[in-house]
């Protein structure tokens, strides 16, 4: 029996850039909580509250993990059936039946560089010229809302309904979703007949 290929995982870029900035934050809260706690019998004397000064390195801890779930675990997948977005707190399934367009189209002319504030604006400065595939949704599956909350606001579309999907591979993206879409509505079609 042959065996099924699996589609390409493409790593979405946004949450690289985050991954690699939680990573080092939480390193850094985590060095310098430790240095604390080593130097707190020195600078307070001996107190009893001493080990309260290790919770911003479990904190630290909790960052750094995410960081590394940020880099490693945020990627977008075709399937027959579906779309996947997958951020490093919260998978997203999109049907294609919810699916209205994809175009490729290059990151500053959806969000405008000169309109984002400084510190956005500086962060993906590498990004900004690089194509992204708009994926155009006649609906969001869950509330928009909901979305917001666990999702990175360069991912949303602010032209209408749908994600910005930035991937270094931004042409075999393309082409995945295109070819899924097409074999979807051609099951469809011969489904009504």
Not at 74 to 95: D, E, G, W
Not at 104 to 133: C, G, M, S
Not at 162 to 178: A, I, P, R
Request: charged share 20%; net charge positive.
């Amino acid at each position: 029996m042959a065996r099924k290929k699996r589609s390409k995982r493409f790593p979405l870029l946004i949450y690289a850039q985050i991954g690699r900035r939680w990573t080092w934050l939480g390193l850094l809260l985590a060095a310098a909580s430790i240095v604390l706690w080593l130097l707190s019998p020195r600078l307070l004397g001996p107190t009893p509250m001493r080990h309260l000064a290790l919770f911003p390195v479990l904190a630290g801890g909790v960052i750094f993990l995410y960081g590394l779930a940020a880099r490693k675990m945020a990627y977008v997948q075709c399937f027959p059936t579906k779309i996947r977005i997958q951020t490093p707190v919260y998978p997203l399934i999109i049907s294609y039946r919810r699916v209205a367009s994809t175009r490729p189209t290059q990151l500053n002319h959806i969000f405008d560089p000169t309109r984002e504030k400084a510190a956005r604006r500086t962060w993906p400065i590498r990004y900004w010229a690089k194509t992204a595939v708009i994926l155009e949704l006649n609906g969001f599956p869950v509330s928009e809302r909901w979305l917001r909350l666990w999702f990175n606001r360069y991912l949303f579309w602010p032209g209408g309904t749908g994600f910005v999907l930035l991937v270094e591979d931004w042409l075999s993206l393309s082409q995945q979703l295109d070819s899924f879409q097409a074999a979807y509505q051609a099951r469809r079609a011969s489904a009504t007949r």
